[in-house]
């Protein structure tokens, strides 16, 4: 059992979920262009509203499966790696849109984690 991998997998989890249930409609200081909430931030990158509630959703799961896989370790490449892919979205967002990098820092630590995650180091 690797336990820097389950850490990982409790504070990605748990990230993911405060930013998409919890910090939702606050402003932060790592959202894209000058929105203050996640649909403003959509909106920011050119993205249509149907968008918001895709990726919501889909990172919530992901995040959720990630927690299981800790007592289901067949779930946490899969959850890991669907994560990762969503994360790496989140930095081309940031750059398609010059963001200064300091906006695309906890997006590109959580898309290195969850690497690690997906693929532990011996």
Request: proline share 6%.
């Amino acid at each position: 059992m690797n336990y820097i991998s389950i850490a990982l997998q409790i504070i990605v989890s748990i990230s993911i979920l405060n930013v998409w249930l919890v910090q939702n409609n606050k402003a932060t200081q790592w959202r894209g262009g000058d929105a203050k909430n996640i649909k403003e931030e959509f909106k920011v990158y050119g993205l249509p509203e149907w968008s918001c509630y895709l990726i919501g959703t889909l990172k919530v799961i992901l995040a959720l499966l990630l927690l299981v896989a800790i007592w289901f370790p067949g779930l946490r490449q899969p959850a890991a790696l669907g994560l990762a892919l969503l994360l790496l979205g989140s930095v081309i967002m940031h750059i398609r849109i010059n963001d200064p990098f300091k906006k695309s820092i906890p997006a590109l630590l959580f898309l290195l984690m969850c690497l690690y995650i997906a693929f532990p180091l011996p």
